[in-house]
């Protein structure tokens, strides 16, 4: 197994070869985001910091030594962003860097269909064509409807487990920043106070969360806004940052979501007790 990391993160610490990554600082790279429809393109600040290599370098390396032939090998990352960007139809790469930021966004008569939909007769099509989304689609529904992929509370689990990215802890970039490690404290379960009271538990004591996967022990924080049944496991804190040593993702399923086996999110059941030595 080979890790190409910036951090030596779990995934990292399985393997047998870890490459040292570049990060955004000593890249150029172009970014888009979640929630809005700007491109941007980032040039590197600094240089690469002892070994590392950017995504970029370390496939071209391997094409290279592989024998491949492709257009990538003749270009930095610079070039080839501009080439995306020139193929996409858009801007240069020097006029979006020098901008700030392009916004992508459709006028609103395609937002809004006013001219048709996308499928060939231009009408909306009520019932998905599954089978040409993925293998895995016997289980869905014909037409639109609730489908419950999830692990369903119950009274050996009564609480909905929901492993929402933190503020400072968006991915392995900021899991290893000092500044971003003390603003977030420590691995936390958000839990209404109500909750609190029904289990026992106490704003800032230990507890564990568990289910048929496994158990994980962390300190509670009474929060009020969110629902009762509810409780909030801000991730990612790295498995060794747990007082036992076990990750949230002890906890959450690995199982295919249908048609084409994507990731499921925000859908585990789990108990939640006061921490006792016994309990895990």
């Keep these: ?46 240089p690469p910091v002892g070994e590392s290599r950017s995504n970029h370098d370390v496939v071209n390396a391997l094409l290279h030594r592989l024998g491949g032939d492709h257009a990538s090998l003749a270009v930095d990352a610079w070039t080839m962003i501009d080439q995306v960007l020139a193929a996409s139809g858009l801007p240069s790469a020097a006029t979006v860097h020098a901008r700030g930021w392009l916004d992508c966004a459709r006028s609103f008569a395609e937002q809004h269909f006013l001219d048709g939909f ?42 909905r487990l929901i492993t929402a990215p933190a503020r400072h802890f968006l991915n392995s970039t900021f899991t290893e920043s000092p500044v971003s490690r003390r603003n977030q404290g420590r691995p936390t379960v958000l839990i209404h106070p109500e909750d609190c009271a029904a289990t026992g538990i106490v704003d800032g004591a230990m507890v564990c969360l568990g289910n048929r996967r496994g158990v ?34 002890v906890l959450t399923s690995a199982d295919p979501v249908p048609p084409a086996g994507g990731a499921a999110f925000h859908d585990t059941a789990v108990w939640v007790r006061p921490y006792m030595k016994e309990s895990s």
């Design 216 to 249: 994980v022990t962390l300190h509670a924080r009474a929060f009020a806004g969110l629902p009762r049944g509810v409780v909030v496991v801000e991730s990612v804190w790295p498995a060794c940052d747990f007082p036992d040593g076990s990750g949230i993702n």
């Design 118 to 159: 996308p499928q060939a007769d231009g009408r909306f099509h009520f019932a998905p064509d599954w089978a040409s989304l993925g293998p895995d689609h016997a289980s869905l529904p014909a037409l639109p409807d609730h489908v419950p992929l999830i692990d369903a509370a119950d009274s050996e689990y009564p609480f």
């Design 1 to 46: 197994l080979c890790v190409h990391e910036q951090f030596l993160t779990d995934t990292a610490r399985f393997a047998d070869i870890v490459l040292p990554a570049t990060t955004f600082l000593e890249h150029d790279d172009l970014y888009t985001s979640y929630g809005h429809t700007f491109l941007q393109v980032g040039r590197a600040v600094i």
